[in-house]
């Protein structure tokens, strides 16, 4: 999120600062996925969408629905967000600027996992 956090530990005095390794705040349209093969295919005309707010509320556009949530980032490579108590992941690869790679995934099945290019409006 962009948020640096700092703290002071009793054992040592010098004060450690732990940031976010990804900015992941922001719109994120949806522009391909990696099919069976590897190969990332185009999938703009979908016009799907994921936002991270930097309150921490979650919205997204897929298949004619919106949807609208909560989501948390551990600051690493994981955002998990919450829709009507449903779960739904996206573990990041990379982000390059405005541009991201991430695996998306549901608690229902946490083993059926595809791969997307993002690109943050």
């Known amino acids: 999120m962009g ?22 705040t922001g719109t994120w349209d949806l522009m391909a996925f990696k099919d069976e093969n590897g190969k990332f295919i185009d999938v703009t005309i979908l016009k799907q969408w994921a936002a991270f707010n930097a ?12 949807y609208s949530g909560t989501y948390t ?4 490579s994981l955002i998990t967000a919450s829709v009507s108590g449903f779960k739904v992941y996206y573990n990041i690869i990379s982000i390059d600027g405005n541009e991201a790679i991430a ?19």
């Open 3 to 24: 948020t640096i956090f700092t703290s002071c530990s009793s054992s040592d005095n010098r004060d450690e600062q732990t940031s976010a390794k990804y900015n992941v």
């Open 55 to 66: 309150d921490g509320t979650y919205k997204s556009y897929s298949n004619k629905s919106n």
């Open 73 to 76: 980032y551990d600051n690493k």
């Open 103 to 121: 695996e998306y995934y549901d608690q229902s099945n946490t083993n059926d996992r595809v791969t997307f290019k993002l690109k943050r409006r």
